[in-house]
């Protein structure tokens, strides 16, 4: 008896996530126009280590288990509401992942422990952040799309980047909340914030689109990437023992 209610409660839980990331994954397509796809997602099979989830996909050394794009290809993430529900009631439980970069957000991302310390810094200064992806082990701040021209730029003026920092742009990818992933549960730790009225000009400051006559919510606010990358190099250099917040 216990057994059968155990499975009825699991199957209850694998159902509300599974609503949990449809919704999810329809408002990032339809309302603010990021184009996802659904993640390679975990298998059962444990890790060398004995911690955390496998990866569905047919690497048995995958680096990143579960959250990357597998099957469909990075390359068919899509914005469109229909093939959305398709992928999600086909397979409910698959993380979201965002295709980054076009007009879509970018992301800056560090090991987690520098992630949280580095947001703390970032408070201090003042900096204004945008949504804040949290994993067990990286966090990702996203920003506003930034072509690899621009990066490079950016990177090349600087006398030093902290190497601990990881640039998701163009033809790159990021898993989202609510996904659960190898290592585990992916979490707002900054949740989306909309822009303040008045808008500033830019897509990135528009608001979505209305659906069935009704305002949906706007597209989150997202920093620009040199300002934010200015920010992580100054919290990083200003260790008091002259070493870098942000290391490993």
């Known amino acids: 008896m216990r057994e059968i209610l155990g499975r009825r409660r699991r199957l209850r839980l694998r159902r509300k996530e599974g609503a949990a990331r ?36 047919p690497d048995p050394d995958c680096a990143v288990p579960g959250a990357h794009p597998f099957d469909p290809a990075l390359l068919a993430a899509t914005t469109d509401e229909r093939m959305v529900r398709w992928w999600w009631s086909n397979r409910p439980t698959a993380p979201v992942i965002l295709a980054t970069g076009g007009r879509a957000p ?15 810094a970032l408070d201090r200064m003042g900096m204004r952040l945008g949504p804040v ?9 996203l920003v506003a799309p930034y072509t690899l021209e621009r990066l490079g ?5 600087k006398d030093w980047v902290p190497s601990s920092l990881r640039f998701h742009g ?18 707002w730790e900054r949740a989306p914030s909309p ?10 400051f528009r608001r979505a689109a209305r659906r069935g006559g009704a305002p949906v919510a706007a597209t989150p606010w997202l920093p620009d990437v040199e300002a934010v990358l200015d920010a992580l ?3 990083s250099t200003s260790a008091p023992d002259g070493g870098s917040r942000l290391a490993y």
Not at 22 to 48: E, H, I, K, S
Not at 106 to 120: D, H, M, N, Q
Not at 153 to 157: M, Q
């Open 106 to 120: 970018c992301a800056v991302s560090l090991p987690a422990l520098a992630g949280a310390k580095a947001l703390v």
């Open 195 to 204: 822009p303040v009225d008045p808008l500033p000009a830019g897509p990135v």
């Open 170 to 187: 163009e033809g790159g990818y990021l898993v989202l909340p609510p996904s659960e992933i190898g290592a585990g549960q992916v979490r």
């Open 233 to 235: 190099v100054e919290a």
């Open 22 to 57: 449809l919704d999810a994954a329809l408002t990032f397509a339809t309302a603010w126009q990021w184009p996802v796809l659904p993640g390679a997602g975990t298998a059962p099979a444990a890790l060398r280590d004995g911690r955390g989830l496998g990866c569905a996909c």
């Open 153 to 157: 730029e950016l990177l090349y003026s």
């Open 133 to 141: 992806v949290a994993t067990p082990t990286r966090w990702s701040l």
